[in-house]
């Protein structure tokens, strides 16, 4: 069976301070690594798919990288309005074609 | 409207109401989903369409009975729903199922 798992589960950053986000996965045969932003009361927004070991997608102040295990979604000199819940998911060749395996999420809060 | 709209964005109901949820997708997708998202815990897939036909029920109380009448439109219909089921039921849609999906605002469920 699948799984992902986010860490950490909260994450409380000061204005300017980078940080990582991590999503480890286990699945037989990745077809595909997804990143999603969701704030409070919301539906998920769609920031990255990775689709192997050694790609990198960036956008704005994000930067979502992916190995065999996991994936790290880097945050340089975040604002406050970065603040949410990102999600990661994957598509396995085990999960079918038709299923998204989503972590729990890490909740980042970015203060002034 | 654009993207994928969904309503009512928030529902109160009784145990022994019949209600439906409905979704809609302007992206020209063939694929939607529903997913329900409670607390602190993963986003779970409920069923799939893809082309109208469903492909997968993720072994969901039969009180959950959806119906897709085209490729643009995605309704659950909820009868003699108990208080576990409350939380933010997603719609999502993808343009074939192994495709990134794009989320709805969901509708939050209170189910009394």
């Known amino acids: 069976e699948d799984q992902v798992t986010q860490s950490p589960e909260a994450l409380r950053l000061q204005e300017g301070e980078s940080s990582s986000l991590n999503c480890s996965y286990t699945v037989s045969g990745l077809r595909g690594l997804f990143w999603y932003r969701q704030d409070p009361g919301k539906g998920p927004e769609f920031l990255f798919t990775l689709y192997s070991a050694g790609e990198e997608k960036e956008k704005e102040r994000l930067k979502a990288t992916l190995t065999k295990k996991e994936s790290f979604l880097h945050i340089t000199a975040p604002k406050p309005e970065d603040s949410a819940t990102y999600l990661c998911?994957?598509?396995?060749?085990?999960?079918?074609?038709?299923?998204?395996?989503f972590g729990t999420g890490t909740q980042l809060k970015v203060e002034l | 409207e654009t993207g994928v709209t969904q309503t009512p964005r928030h529902l109160v109901m009784g145990m022994t109401n019949k209600k439906s949820l409905k979704c809609e997708q302007h992206?020209?997708?063939?694929?939607m989903y529903w997913y329900k998202q409670s607390a602190k815990k993963p986003l779970e897939l409920m069923f799939v369409y893809s082309l109208e036909e469903r492909v997968e029920n993720n072994s969901v109380p039969s009180r959950f009975s959806p119906e897709c009448p085209n490729s643009s439109h995605l309704f659950l219909h909820l009868h003699t729903l108990q208080p576990e089921d409350s939380a933010l039921y997603l719609c999502?849609?993808?343009?074939?199922?192994?495709?990134?999906?794009?989320f709805g605002p969901g509708t939050r469920l209170t189910v009394l």
């Open positions: 992206l020209g997708h063939n694929a």
């Open positions: 998911a994957v598509h396995s060749l085990t999960g079918g074609g038709n299923k998204l395996t």
């Open positions: 999502a849609s993808s343009q074939i199922i192994t495709d990134t999906q794009y």
